[in-house]
């Protein structure tokens, strides 16, 4: 299996985060209120959290759960929250906005953009509701995204392998398309052969219901593994 795979733990505490570094994981999403999918972390919580770890962190801007299609002053606050991000020195932010008719937001998701650079951008997986992937997935290339947070449409990445697989081939390196959701030690391999992505995402949750550095660890090692 292909080595210097990149696995992203999403971590909603600096617990979370600590155990995601010590697991082998190589970057964080930092996100509060998993249950709903994730909405933004406090200022407080993202700082808390740099000052924890060395590896990258990325954090969720989403200023609240629901659907991806956002007000004026909604916009103004994922701005605000971008605004906090870059003064923190976070990584990258993790972003993403839908029309009603399940388009990307494509003048909505440049000012996001411009207003993040230079940090690294993912669109998140608002995707997943989107009408046409294929041709979302050439938008979001051509917004200048580094990172695509996708399912494949589906419940979970190991229910969309084929459809990833298809984004993968069209990107063609244009963009870097990262699996998640559902992802754990029993599927990863199996998303990895599929895919042929390069980044992996997912919580890595123990018995405990918290990110378990020995579940990172077996995510992480089986990249290694032929």
Not at 92 to 98: F, K, Q
Not at 130 to 159: M, N, V, W
């Amino acid at each position: 299996m292909q080595r210097g795979i990149i696995f992203e733990c999403c971590c909603q505490s600096v617990r979370d985060a600590v155990e995601a570094q010590e697991g082998g994981a190589r970057r964080i999403e930092l996100c509060s209120r998993l249950e709903v999918g994730g909405v933004s972390p406090s200022e407080r919580l993202i700082a808390e959290v740099l000052e924890a770890v060395s590896i990258p962190v990325n954090v969720l801007v989403r200023p609240r759960e629901g659907n991806f299609c956002y007000s004026p002053s909604e916009a103004e606050e994922i701005l605000e929250h971008i605004a906090i991000c870059k003064r923190l020195k976070v990584n990258g932010v993790v972003i993403g906005a839908l029309t009603p008719d399940g388009q990307i937001d494509v003048p909505l998701v440049s000012r996001f953009i411009r207003a993040a650079r230079p940090l690294e951008v993912t669109f998140h997986r608002a995707f997943d509701e989107c009408a046409e992937p294929r041709t979302a997935l050439e938008d979001i290339i051509a917004l200048g995204c580094d990172t695509l947070l996708t399912s494949g449409h589906a419940p979970s990445a190991l229910e969309g392998c084929a459809l990833i697989a298809s984004l993968v081939e069209q990107a063609a390196g244009r963009i870097s398309i990262m699996p998640g959701a559902g992802i754990n030690p029993s599927n990863i391999r199996q998303i990895v052969l599929t895919t042929g992505a390069g980044q992996y995402h997912g919580s890595a949750r123990g018995s405990a219901g918290t990110t378990s550095r020995t579940v990172v660890g077996s995510i992480v090692n089986a990249f290694s593994r032929g």
